[in-house]
C-alpha cells in the first residue's frame, strides 16, 4: 500500500479520535460531579500539636454544609475549603482533594512553636514563636510544653528581630539537652534586650547577653556547677556571669558580706590583740583574777601543791567574747588546767576518818590525765 495513504488514513483517524476523547472526560467529569461524598479523611503532619483537631475541622465542614452521604462532590469547592483553613491562626499549609472513591482527604500542617512569651505588661497577650522567629497566636485549647521567655514589648524592627531568633536558637539548644532542659526553668529579657536564664534550683540569673558562644558558654556553666557546687554557698550570690571569656564571675547584689574581714575590729579583736601584744607574750581571755594557792591536798598519802589555777569571770551578756588582753608568762595546757581542778575538788572534800577505809580511786588511777607514779 502507498505508503501516502497510509499517512492520510492515520491522520484522519486521529481527528475522529479526539472528539471521542474530550466528550469521555466531560462525560466521566460530569458523572463524578453527579457522585455523593462516601467519607472524610482527615490527617496531620505534626500529630504531637492540637491548635486543630479533627472536631474543628469536621465543624468547618458542617457549616460550610458538605455531609457525608448526604452532599454531592460537585458542591464542594476545594479551593474554597484551603483557604478557609488556611485562614486558621494555627494552620500553615493545608491540602484537600477527592480520591477514586469519593472521598474527601484533607491534609493539615499546623504551625510549629518553639518558645513562649510571657510579655512584662498586662495589656499584651502572651504569644509563640515558630522556628523562624514568626508569631503564633496564644490558644486557649491547647498549651504545649515548651521554654517561657518574659520579655518587655517586642516589635517589628530589625533588632526586635534578631532577638526573637535568638530566643529560638536559645530554647532550641535547652530542648535538645535533657539537663538543661529539667535545669532551666526561664528566660529572662531585660530591658536593654540582654538574655538571662533562671535556674529551678535557686534564685540567681545565669547572664549570657545573647546567644553569641553559646555552647561554650553553658559548657563554661557546667563545669563551674560541678566544680563549685559543694565549694561555695550558693544562697550568697544573685548572678553568675557568663559573659566573659574563660571565666565565670559571681556577683552579690544585696550587699550581703561574703566573707570574714581579718582586719574587721568588730569582728576580730582577738586577732588583733595577739598582733599588739609584745614578742614572746601570748593573749588569753580578759577579766581574770588569780586565785591564791589552796591547801595542800592528800591523795594516797602523797601530799601535792596545786598549781595556780585561773578563773575567768564572763560577761552577763553572752552575744560579745572578751577581749584578749591579760599576759602570762605561759599558757595553761589543758592537760594541767583539768588536773589543777580534779585536784581542787579532791582537796575541798572533808577528810575521811583514819578508822574507815579509804575508797580507792579508780576514776583518777584510770583517767588519762594523771600519773600515779610513787
Not at 458542591?75 to 475549603?81: A, F, Q, R
Not at 512553636?113 to 508569631?135: F, I, K, S
Not at 547584689?253 to 601584744?277: I, M
Amino acid at each position: 500500500m502507498n505508503p501516502r495513504i497510509v499517512k492520510i488514513a492515520r491522520n484522519i483517524m486521529f481527528m475522529l479520535s479526539v472528539p471521542i476523547i474530550v466528550s469521555a472526560f466531560v462525560f466521566a467529569d460530569v458523572s463524578t460531579k453527579n457522585e455523593i461524598c462516601n467519607g472524610i479523611q482527615i490527617s496531620f503532619s505534626n500529630n504531637q500539636l492540637s491548635f486543630v483537631t479533627k472536631d474543628n475541622v469536621l465543624a468547618l465542614l458542617r457549616a460550610k454544609g458538605i455531609t457525608v452521604n448526604k452532599t454531592k462532590l460537585r458542591n464542594i469547592n476545594v479551593y474554597e475549603l484551603e483557604n478557609t483553613l488556611e485562614a486558621n491562626k494555627w494552620v500553615s499549609n493545608a491540602d484537600i482533594f477527592v480520591a477514586a472513591n469519593n472521598k474527601l482527604h484533607i491534609h493539615i500542617v499546623q504551625k510549629n512553636p518553639v518558645v513562649r512569651v510571657q510579655p512584662d505588661n498586662d495589656y499584651e497577650e502572651p504569644y509563640y514563636l515558630d522556628d523562624y522567629g514568626n508569631t503564633i497566636a496564644y490558644s486557649t485549647q491547647y498549651i504545649p510544653y515548651l521554654p517561657v521567655a518574659t520579655a518587655p514589648e517586642i516589635g517589628f524592627s530589625a533588632n526586635d528581630r534578631a532577638l526573637k531568633t535568638d530566643l529560638v536558637k536559645l530554647a532550641k539548644y535547652l530542648q535538645q539537652d535533657t539537663f538543661w532542659s529539667a535545669a532551666i526553668s526561664q528566660i529572662v529579657v531585660s530591658e536593654n534586650k540582654s538574655i538571662a536564664l533562671i535556674p529551678a534550683i535557686g534564685h540567681q540569673q545565669i547572664l549570657l547577653g545573647n546567644i553569641d558562644q553559646l555552647d561554650n558558654k553553658m559548657s563554661k556553666l557546667l563545669q563551674f556547677y560541678r566544680q563549685g557546687y559543694h565549694t561555695i554557698n550558693w544562697d550568697q550570690y544573685d548572678e553568675i556571669d557568663l559573659r566573659f571569656e574563660r571565666q565565670v564571675v559571681c556577683r552579690n547584689t544585696r550587699g550581703q558580706r561574703l566573707s570574714v574581714d581579718p582586719y574587721d575590729k568588730t569582728t576580730h579583736k582577738e586577732v588583733l590583740a595577739k598582733t599588739t601584744a609584745p614578742a614572746g607574750t601570748t593573749a588569753i581571755a580578759s577579766n581574770v583574777t588569780n586565785v591564791k594557792p589552796l591547801p595542800i591536798a592528800v591523795n594516797n598519802n602523797r601530799t601535792t601543791t596545786p598549781k595556780v589555777v585561773t578563773k575567768t569571770s564572763l560577761p552577763k551578756s553572752t552575744s560579745e567574747k572578751p577581749v584578749l588582753k591579760a599576759i602570762v608568762d605561759k599558757p595553761i595546757a589543758k592537760k594541767e588546767t583539768v588536773q589543777a581542778k580534779k585536784e581542787t575538788k579532791e582537796a575541798v572534800k572533808p577528810k575521811a576518818d583514819n578508822n574507815e577505809p579509804k575508797p580507792k580511786i579508780t576514776e583518777v588511777e584510770h583517767s588519762k590525765y594523771f600519773n600515779n607514779n610513787k
